[in-house]
């Protein structure tokens, strides 16, 4: 106690001279002294910050104007899964796949940002999505990022674009109408799928602007899905407009995302029958020749389940396409690479989705169950056709671990 009462006597003489003599700090009106204990100093270098708690008032240096985040392009040959939302967000399931990529010769995920739900899979903060509600927090993006990142695995995030019963019921004047009247529905089991208009460009910025928050989170590549028109009977739909052509406007949705995300790796997924009909003769709005000159990949669902009994691929006829996927898949990839080798200026490389479900539903005899034989008969084909990349898809995340090599 003596040592502090001797310091209180010079305490306040110095304070007194200071007050008399009337000096002054040196204010350079950048920062305000009214609560100096949480202060924030930026140094010279903008990726630090530093906080000091202390009551001397430092000039504070300009602050360095920080650039939006955007994905750094990653040459990675993409050997992934997909996975739902619902799996992101799943713990014990998440440290399953990370395992199992660790294991093998895995190294990416596709993840849901937006399902053909239309909900988006986490906590979203753009304006237009917390205005109509259309999220649910399925999983924590920055920290689910954060882990797969630290593991070296790059994450692809998968938006879904048209078809979308959450926000074309929510703004129906947006949705693909009934000639009739009303929202056009899918005519399938489930009738309350509705699909956005791609003819408004009001949608294309409601989709751009989910992919730039997704990318801000750390996403590595942005995966557009159902970037078409609706299937189905044509007569029955109304787009607001006609003499449109459906590529054209699929194309220019491509080149306004493109334009509003210049540095994102951007793909988009295709039906492998694109790559076996010429122009667009499903009449979907996806012309193989044209839909990849802005994207950086094209993946072809090259699933064998997809085509028609009997359909012919690159002159040969298949029968019963899901009991021969090498075939298929391999005969799909060599009409894309032929098709596309006289284009110039092509820029998507293909990276095909793989089939990693049992087509249960086909008639009996038709289909057979899917393990690690016919994935390893696919991932063949994909090389044997000239291609190094793959995906696989199973809407329940359930794939067969022996069919990837062990690492």
Known sequence: MRRYKSL???????????????????????????????QVFVTPEPEHEMV??????????????????????????????YLTGWSAGN????????????ETELNALVIDIKNDDGIVSYESKVPAVVEAGTYLKKYDAKKLLETLHAKDIYVIGRIVCFRDPAYSKKYPERAVKHVDGGLWRENKKDKEITWLNPCDERNWKYIVDIAREAVELGFDEIQFDYVRFPDGDRSKMNFGQTGFVKHEVINNFLAYARKELPDVTLSADIFGIVCVSPEDREDIGQYLELIGKELDYISPMTYPSLYARGQIVNGIKFP???????????NTLLMARERLSKVENYKAD???YLQAYTASWLPEGSYQK???EQYRQQIQAVYDAGYEQ??????????????????
């Not at 019963?320 to 391999?330: C, G, H, I, Q």
């Open 390 to 407: 793959w995906i696989f898809w199973d809407a329940n995340n359930k794939y067969d671990p022996d069919a990837f090599l062990k690492e």
């Open 350 to 352: 293909i990276r095909p």
């Open 370 to 372: 899917y393990t690690a």
């Open 8 to 38: 209180v006597l010079p305490f306040f003489c110095v304070l007194f001279v200071f007050l008399v003599t009337g000096c002054k700090f040196e204010n350079s009106g950048k920062t305000s002294l009214t609560d100096q204990s949480k």
């Open 320 to 330: 019963n396409p899901d009991l021969e996927p090498y075939a298929v898949v391999y």
């Open 91 to 102: 713990k014990e399931r998440m440290d399953y796949y990370i395992k199992l990529i660790e």
């Open 52 to 81: 000091f708690n202390t009551p001397t008032p430092t000039p504070t240096p300009e602050p360095t104007a920080v650039p939006t985040p955007s994905a750094v392009k990653k040459d990675v040959k993409v050997k992934g899964l």
